[in-house]
Structure formats: structure tokens, C-alpha cells
């Protein structure tokens, strides 16, 4: 949660990628109501010499960040944020 008025939310995607390559991430945010999906890959490069063993990655996205900043924050309420195929609930008071 970050300290703004309305509150804005940051979330934190961990995972483990097949190799070292260094990945381009997109992501794609759509809210309905209190429900967030965002759908999140990753772009593996062309060139394919990267070291072949696995590396943890981390990916931290600001909801909203595509929206105007009017609409970014979210109002007190339950919320569903589905990533992928990952769901999580988060509550703001």
C-alpha cells in the first residue's frame, strides 16, 4: 500500500525463469468493480546463449500506472486481484 489519497498499490510478482537471459516484462491491467486481473509475460530475447540454469526473478508493478492519475487509487473495500492464474484478496479499510 502506498501512502496516497486515494491509496494506490503496488504488487510484488516472484518466480523462477529457465534460464539467465535477461527478460522484457509486459503487463496488462483491466479492473471491474473490485476485481483486478492483470496478465503479466515475459520476453524471452533472440539471442538464446544465456547461461541455461534457473533464475528467480522479481517484477514489481504499480496497479493503475497505465491509467490517468485520477483513476489509479483504489476506494476502501475488499478487493480480488487475479495475476495470470494466481488469485489473492487484499482489503483496504
Not at 501512502?3 to 503496488?10: A, G, R, Y
Amino acid at each position: 500500500y502506498l501512502e496516497t489519497n486515494p491509496v494506490q498499490i503496488e504488487i510484488v510478482i516472484r518466480g523462477t525463469l529457465p534460464d539467465q537471459c535477461k527478460y522484457g516484462f509486459y503487463s496488462v491491467e483491466n479492473r471491474n468493480g473490485q476485481n483486478v486481473k492483470v496478465g503479466l509475460d515475459g520476453m524471452h530475447p533472440a539471442d538464446n546463449s544465456c547461461l541455461q540454469t534457473a533464475q528467480t526473478m522479481e517484477y514489481v508493478m504499480r496497479l493503475g500506472r497505465d491509467l490517468p492519475e485520477a483513476e489509479r487509487g483504489f476506494p476502501p473495500g475488499d478487493y480480488k486481484l487475479t495475476v495470470n492464474n494466481y488469485q489473492t484478496s487484499f482489503s483496504i479499510k
